[in-house]
């Protein structure tokens, strides 16, 4: 296991913050690259 680089992170912070994502509401989304899998 590793933490994940900020690159990684910054996508999911992106999509999370942007027009995409505008019907998720009250979910958790894990960043954790597959270990919660």
């Not at 910054?10 to 690259?33: M, R, S």
């Amino acid at each position: 296991g590793r933490y994940g680089r900020t690159e990684e992170v910054a996508g999911a912070v992106a999509f999370l913050a942007g027009p995409d994502a505008t019907y998720i509401t009250g979910a958790t989304l894990n960043v954790d690259g597959g270990w919660n899998a």
